[in-house]
């Protein structure tokens, strides 16, 4: 067994770039983490912070908070902090770029789920969607959610590699290379970081951290701008019975989310006249929106470009 930490522990040194130094006293049992599941009773509070990355410079980042009935998300670009996707869990704003306009979808939600299954091929799925009720209480049954307790349960090569400051560094290594990795402070149970890689990439194709487990959330966590207050030049949009069910089959394929999750992947991604075109109106327009929210408490946090190492060879 210890052989097989220090193998992990050196893949995981060139795979993630930190310093981690062999624990003296590792943990005698596996770490535990609550099932983070907005509208759940245990925990009933916590905030997830993350990003889903495209390639090494592009993606998208996500932020859920919930305490009780109150909850929050937003699947943003993190380069500027436009939200492609903003919902209070009642109703959701849509950054509809191609059309230079913001959408709004009532009795609805959007979400972010992070979830593990062992029985898969590819267990560690990752969704993001906006979901539309006719009948409000039925939007429970889609409630974002992060299931990391279930890598935990199932992951049978996870062992205790190291430390990461104040935390301790758990791995495990699956088919082709890809790794998971756990960090949990034991002084902090309201806290812990989970990331992935694919392979012999050079970066995390997922990381999300949650904090305040169980903790009194600030008020400002659940921002959300009354939208009778937005300005004229965000266009909002307020479907009516015969343009929502087609926005909606938009949202489902992900049509009306396309162009700005184009423009997130980076110009290198995406070359041409009309995505060029589409980043010069994304500048402009998601300016106008961004600055509408600002006045309203509500704003998304930039994140720095990921630095990157060489793939294991």
């Given at each position: 067994m210890r052989r097989r930490n220090l193998a992990v522990l050196a893949l995981l040194i060139t795979l993630n770039a930190v310093a981690v130094a062999e624990a003296a006293d590792p943990?005698?049992?596996?770490?535990?983490?609550?099932?983070l599941i907005v509208g759940q009773a245990s925990p009933r509070s916590f905030i997830v912070d993350g990003r889903l990355r495209f390639s090494a410079n592009g993606g998208l980042a996500f932020r859920v908070a919930a305490e009780?009935?109150?909850?929050?998300?937003a699947v943003y670009d993190p380069a500027d902090g436009t939200p492609l996707i903003l919902s209070d869990g009642q109703q959701t704003l849509v950054y509809d770029l191609e059309n230079s306009r913001v959408v709004r979808v009532p009795n609805s939600r959007g979400t972010v789920r992070v979830d593990w299954d062992a029985q898969k091929e590819k267990p560690l799925s990752f969704d993001i969607g906006v979901y539309h009720k006719s009948k409000r209480e039925k939007l429970n049954d889609e409630n974002a959610g992060f299931r990391i307790d279930r890598f935990v349960e199932a992951a049978a090569t996870l062992a205790h590699v190291g430390r990461r400051g104040n935390a301790d560094l758990f791995a495990a290594e699956?088919?082709?290379?890809?790794?998971?990795?756990?960090?949990?402070?034991?002084?902090?149970?309201?806290?812990?970081?989970?990331?992935?890689?694919?392979?012999?990439?050079?970066?995390?194709?997922?990381?999300?951290?949650?904090?305040?487990?169980?903790q009194p959330l600030p008020q400002n966590a659940f921002a959300f701008p009354d939208t009778a207050r937005l300005p004229k030049g965000i266009h909002l949009v307020e479907l009516d019975e015969q343009a929502l069910p087609l926005f909606l089959g938009l949202l489902q394929n992900g049509t009306a989310l396309t162009a700005k999750m184009g423009v997130a992947a980076g110009p290198a991604a995406l070359p041409g006249a009309e995505w060029d075109a589409l980043r010069k109106r994304d500048a402009t327009f998601g300016a106008i929106y961004r600055k509408a929210l600002a006045e309203q408490g509500v704003e998304l946090r930039t994140l720095p470009q990921p630095t990157t190492t060489q793939p294991a060879r």
């Amino acid at each position: 067994m210890r052989r097989r930490n220090l193998a992990v522990l050196a893949l995981l040194i060139t795979l993630n770039a930190v310093a981690v130094a062999e624990a003296a006293d590792p943990p005698a049992t596996r770490p535990a983490v609550p099932a983070l599941i907005v509208g759940q009773a245990s925990p009933r509070s916590f905030i997830v912070d993350g990003r889903l990355r495209f390639s090494a410079n592009g993606g998208l980042a996500f932020r859920v908070a919930a305490e009780g009935e109150r909850q929050f998300c937003a699947v943003y670009d993190p380069a500027d902090g436009t939200p492609l996707i903003l919902s209070d869990g009642q109703q959701t704003l849509v950054y509809d770029l191609e059309n230079s306009r913001v959408v709004r979808v009532p009795n609805s939600r959007g979400t972010v789920r992070v979830d593990w299954d062992a029985q898969k091929e590819k267990p560690l799925s990752f969704d993001i969607g906006v979901y539309h009720k006719s009948k409000r209480e039925k939007l429970n049954d889609e409630n974002a959610g992060f299931r990391i307790d279930r890598f935990v349960e199932a992951a049978a090569t996870l062992a205790h590699v190291g430390r990461r400051g104040n935390a301790d560094l758990f791995a495990a290594e699956r088919g082709g290379g890809s790794v998971e990795s756990l960090a949990v402070d034991p002084a902090k149970a309201d806290t812990f970081r989970f990331t992935s890689r694919k392979g012999r990439e050079s970066f995390d194709w997922l990381e999300l951290e949650a904090t305040m487990i169980d903790q009194p959330l600030p008020q400002n966590a659940f921002a959300f701008p009354d939208t009778a207050r937005l300005p004229k030049g965000i266009h909002l949009v307020e479907l009516d019975e015969q343009a929502l069910p087609l926005f909606l089959g938009l949202l489902q394929n992900g049509t009306a989310l396309t162009a700005k999750m184009g423009v997130a992947a980076g110009p290198a991604a995406l070359p041409g006249a009309e995505w060029d075109a589409l980043r010069k109106r994304d500048a402009t327009f998601g300016a106008i929106y961004r600055k509408a929210l600002a006045e309203q408490g509500v704003e998304l946090r930039t994140l720095p470009q990921p630095t990157t190492t060489q793939p294991a060879r």
